[in-house]
């Protein structure tokens, strides 16, 4: 049985970054220009935080993104899922070869509710992203604060639920609070696999706003706690109404139908997405 005690900081930051009431999130994902430099869509980095933070339960950024890119008054209170791993570039074809980029002083001095580590499961940096991850578990454990691990694939692996599966589940072992990862078939084996640690799944490059809805609600009907969507929220042309419809999913267990209707509410002019 969990000592409850010593466990009240991570459940505590746990409550801020996954809603107490319905045990879902919606996190902002901007984190890329750490491996890709300039984004499409994060031209105005500012200006987009600013804008889609109110719609997100949770921002999960970088130290960078944070010093150069949102005041605190326009930060309150939402908390940040700090991004505490990197060190590679898309220079370069193998982006596995990860190392700590922050200290965990640095993210408490941050009032990060979590830190977020990538692991490269099946990469030739298998070994170090996994310890990247578990030291980091190890430091931040002692100051009550949630890791969670982005189950990051390279290039040439399949996105299965055999491949996502084995990689979540080592997270979980590893001692991760939150995993991400992303949607595959049969999802629902995935999250019953690594109950009960949460789940939110990764958007991945930019689709269309159907289909990224779609994947929204499949991946909380399979059991997901929410999504943690960056370039299907900031590349669309209409980023609210893609947040706000999100949220309908994620929140308000609305059909992708009934999250539609409200992204185009907020599209400009007459049109219509179908
Ligand atoms: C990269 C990340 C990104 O935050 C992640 O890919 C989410 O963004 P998107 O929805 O654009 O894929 O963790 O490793």
Not at 10 to 28: A, C, E, F, H, Y
Not at 102 to 128: H, L, P, W, Y
Not at 165 to 174: E, M, Y
Not at 225 to 250: C, L, Y
Request: net charge negative; hydrophobic share 40%.
């Amino acid at each position: 049985m969990v000592n409850a005690y010593l466990d009240i900081g991570i459940q505590s930051r746990m409550n801020r970054i996954i809603s107490p009431k319905d045990n879902r999130v919606v996190m902002l994902a901007i984190d890329h220009p750490y491996f890709q430099g300039p984004t499409t869509g994060l031209r105005d980095m500012s200006g987009t935080i600013r804008t889609l933070l109110p719609y997100c339960d949770c921002l999960m950024t970088t130290r960078g993104a944070v010093q150069s890119n949102i005041s605190p008054g326009d930060l309150g209170s939402k908390p940040i899922m700090l991004r505490v791993s990197g060190g590679n570039s898309v220079l370069f074809e193998d982006l596995s070869d990860e190392r700590l980029t922050v200290t965990i002083k640095e993210a408490i001095r941050m009032d990060a509710a979590g830190v977020a580590v990538s692991v490269f499961i099946g990469s030739s940096n298998q070994q170090r992203t996994i310890l990247n991850l578990t030291d980091m578990i190890n430091y931040s454990g002692e100051y009550g604060i949630p890791v969670l691990a982005v189950t990051a694939v390279g290039k040439d692996m399949a996105r299965d639920l055999r491949y996502l599966a084995l990689a979540s589940r080592i997270c979980q072992d590893a001692g991760a609070r939150i995993i991400k990862t992303y949607y595959c078939e049969e999802f629902s084996k995935l999250v019953d696999w690594v109950a009960p640690t949460a789940v939110v799944v990764a958007g991945g490059k930019y689709s269309s706003p159907p289909d990224a809805l779609g994947m929204a609600w499949n991946s909380v009907q399979a059991g997901a706690a929410g999504v943690d969507f960056g370039r299907n929220i900031f590349q669309d042309e209409n980023p609210v109404g893609m947040i706000k419809a999100i949220n309908a999913i994620v929140h308000g267990d609305h059909t992708v139908k009934e999250a539609l209707d409200i992204y185009n509410d907020c599209l400009p002019g007459a049109r219509k997405l179908e």
